[in-house]
């Protein structure tokens, strides 16, 4: 008897997985006529698809000369939008053209899931009109991104800080760099607000109150040795940033001494995070596997989500000498029944010189026994 139950269950996951297979034939039979749209039509072309018709309300324009010419285009599986169902994050692999450089892989991003887009947009129309629905672009015009519009010659920690993780507790020097570094402007270079568009100004201000995270590409660029992901422009609602490799929980059972090297990278990463030469603080905020990837040339490990960073001044910190800033502060493990989540004090990450945050997440999230594998149940990574 106990020798026949395996055999059931063998019997119970070929059925299963058939069951799979003539369900996606179904899908892609009821679908072929969409199915051969999608290979024969390149949506990055269209305007609406990647919200360009938002603008202001978007996140820039610079690419769009790429995109509209057809040199961004989706891989083979980017191209079906019935399995946008699975995408939840809206991220999609592409290829870039360039006529004497050839193609080369690229991400793409939305910046969110298709709630928190259309979130986005409901709130715009509530602070411009108080409803949750309005006209978006006239209504973008009625918000506070347009009351910085004019001569405003920088923008202001009181204007901005809270709106989001990057800016929490900001100081003029960082809000100073996020403008000069800001890569959706043909004019950059200057950390004067009024040398931007009105449209610009827009567009960088709606970037830092809903994601933040091109922002912090810009500001602290891989060229410059920061362990981010390239940031390469955006169009509309969509940005491009260059492929890094396979995601971390992807070497979740590589070979010890892979593992032994990933790890060290790690917290090479959580120091240089922490103490560096600018005196910037970049504290992340959210530590999985799915948030780092791993170079296929050489193995260096990337941050590829960078939303949920938030930077703190340690100049400013030791200039305003607020209590016990120079006291070591010390991350606490809590249990908790979710994955990858973190106990942690925004106050303290803004107010301490010496804050041990990076490698406590680093350690708990990525090294530790609490440690999740993506699609797994929690187990030690071995490392």
């Known amino acids: 008897m106990l020798r026949m139950l395996p055999l059931k269950l063998g019997r119970v996951y070929r059925c299963v997985k058939l069951l799979a297979v003539v369900g996606l034939l179904?899908?892609?039979?009821?679908?072929?006529?969409?199915?051969?749209?999608?290979?024969?039509?390149?949506?990055?072309?269209?305007?609406?698809?990647?919200?360009?018709?938002?603008?202001?309300?978007?996140?820039?324009?610079?690419?769009?000369?790429?995109?509209?010419?057809?040199?961004?285009?989706?891989?083979?599986?980017?191209?079906?939008?019935?399995?946008?169902?699975?995408?939840?994050?809206?991220?999609?692999?592409?290829?870039?053209?360039?006529?004497?450089?050839?193609?080369?892989?690229?991400?793409?991003?939305?910046?969110?899931?298709?709630?928190?887009?259309?979130?986005?947009?409901?709130?715009?129309?509530?602070?411009?009109t108080g409803r949750s629905r309005c006209d978006l672009i006239q209504g973008v015009y009625k918000t506070e991104f347009a009351r910085l519009n004019g001569e405003v010659r920088l923008l202001t920690p009181e204007v901005v800080e809270g709106w989001s993780d990057l800016v929490h507790c900001p100081s003029q020097r960082l809000l100073d760099r996020v403008v000069r570094r800001y890569a959706e402007t043909k004019d950059?270079?200057?950390?004067?607000?009024?040398?931007?568009?009105?449209?610009?100004?827009?567009?960088?201000?709606?970037?830092?109150?809903?994601?933040?995270?091109?922002?912090?590409?810009?500001?602290?660029?891989?060229?410059?040795?920061?362990?981010?992901?390239?940031?390469?422009?955006?169009?509309?609602?969509?940005?491009?940033?260059?492929?890094?490799?396979?995601?971390?929980?992807?070497f979740y059972n590589a070979p010890w001494e892979k593992r032994v090297d990933l790890a060290r990278q790690l917290m090479d990463i959580a120091e240089q995070l922490t103490n560096n030469d600018f005196d910037f603080a970049l504290y992340l905020l959210d530590v999985s596997f799915d948030n780092f990837a791993v170079g296929p040339r050489d193995g260096k490990v990337i941050v590829v989500d960078a939303e949920n960073v938030l930077v703190a001044d340690k100049r400013l910190i030791k200039q305003n000498r607020p209590e016990n800033y120079d006291v070591w502060y010390e991350s606490?493990?809590?249990?908790?029944?979710?994955?990858?989540?973190?106990?942690?004090?925004?106050?303290?990450?803004?107010?301490?010189?010496?804050?041990?945050?990076?490698?406590?997440?680093?350690?708990?999230?990525?090294?530790?026994?609490y440690a999740t594998r993506k699609l797994t149940c929690a187990k030690a990574p071995r490392v």
């Open 332 to 369: 606490r493990f809590e249990e908790c029944d979710k994955e990858a989540c973190l106990s942690f004090s925004k106050e303290a990450l803004c107010s301490r010189v010496t804050v041990d945050h990076n490698y406590y997440a680093v350690c708990q999230n990525l090294l530790s026994r």
């Open 188 to 250: 950059s270079g200057s950390f004067l607000l009024k040398n931007l568009k009105d449209t610009e100004k827009m567009q960088l201000l709606m970037t830092l109150a809903f994601n933040p995270e091109p922002l912090v590409l810009q500001s602290f660029p891989s060229d410059e040795g920061w362990p981010f992901a390239k940031y390469l422009g955006a169009c509309g609602r969509v940005v491009a940033v260059n492929y890094v490799g396979e995601e971390l929980w992807s």
């Open 26 to 128: 179904v899908i892609l039979l009821m679908n072929t006529h969409s199915l051969l749209a999608s290979f024969q039509k390149n949506e990055l072309t269209d305007r609406r698809f990647i919200n360009l018709n938002k603008c202001p309300a978007c996140f820039g324009t610079s690419w769009c000369r790429k995109f509209m010419n057809g040199q961004v285009s989706f891989e083979a599986w980017g191209r079906l939008r019935f399995l946008d169902v699975f995408n939840v994050k809206n991220v999609y692999f592409a290829q870039y053209g360039e006529p004497r450089e050839g193609t080369r892989r690229v991400v793409l991003k939305r910046l969110g899931s298709n709630q928190e887009l259309a979130d986005i947009d409901q709130k715009i129309c509530k602070r411009a």
